[in-house]
């Protein structure tokens, strides 16, 4: 069958540069936001998440920035690693929900 | 801690046939979800359980039934299959505890329906 990957947008990047993945929001009432990487084959795993009192959070080699005002949504990895290669989805919970709203990821692509 | 557990793996259907999908977790979690993942369309909600006793529908519930069985179990059900079910089926769990909305996925099961 089809891989997870078909058709997505795709990021191909060199190991060891920085990475930046992005993803457009539709929902001005989201209040929280938060990125998952998945690896082929397996789920989803939580990377990290930002709530929208705030612009910009940092985890280890991976910052989330998050630009209200064109509802718009970053993810920066530096030093990109070949294990860093997936998709990454970005998704949001708008105001009074409790469900997430997920996009359709992009393909990142790391060269050794 | 096996975390989030689905069954089968992977499975093939002719179409009208039924089958239940498996997800147990063991973090003691209070919501439960199922999500499908088909090709360029993200991870798409079908039905979750915000506590055991309670199930609501998600994005796209036609065509499946849930059971929460329990704290740790929630079930997803498929009672005449169709080709357009044909997907990846994904089940998560989340606590919500300061502020943090995290769902936790199992491994998925590979749906064919022929």
């Known amino acids: 069958g089809e891989s997870v990957g078909l058709h997505l947008p795709t990021l191909s990047v060199q190991e060891g540069d920085n990475s930046i993945i992005n993803c457009a929001y539709s929902?001005?009432?989201?209040?929280?936001f938060i990125w998952y990487k998945q690896e082929s084959g397996k789920g989803p795993q939580f990377i990290i998440d930002?709530?929208?009192?705030?612009d910009k959070r940092q985890g280890q080699r991976v910052t989330v920035l998050l630009n209200k005002t064109v509802k718009h949504l970053s993810l920066q990895i530096a030093a990109t690693q070949p294990g860093d290669s997936a998709v990454y989805f970005c998704?949001?919970?708008?105001?009074?929900?409790?469900?997430?709203?997920f996009g359709k990821g992009t393909m990142l692509l790391v060269s050794p | 801690n096996a975390g989030v557990t689905q069954t089968p793996k992977f499975q093939v259907l002719k179409t009208g046939q039924s089958m239940t999908l498996q997800c147990a977790q063991d973090m003691n979690h209070n919501s439960m979800y199922w999500y499908r993942q088909d090709p360029g369309m993200g991870l798409r909600l079908i039905y979750y359980?915000?506590?055991?006793?309670?199930?609501d529908k998600g994005e796209v519930p036609n065509g499946y039934n849930v059971s929460r069985l329990n704290k740790r179990e929630f079930s997803l059900r498929l009672e005449s299959a169709a080709p357009s079910q044909t997907s990846v089926y994904f089940c998560?769990?989340?606590?919500?505890?300061?502020?943090?909305?995290?769902?936790?996925f199992g491994p998925g099961t590979r749906l064919t329906v022929t």
């Open positions: 929902n001005s009432a989201s209040d929280y």
């Open positions: 998560a769990s989340s606590e919500r505890t300061g502020g943090s909305y995290e769902q936790y």
């Open positions: 998704a949001e919970i708008p105001s009074g929900y409790s469900t997430l709203t």
């Open positions: 359980s915000a506590s055991e006793g309670t199930t």
């Open positions: 930002i709530r929208s009192n705030m």
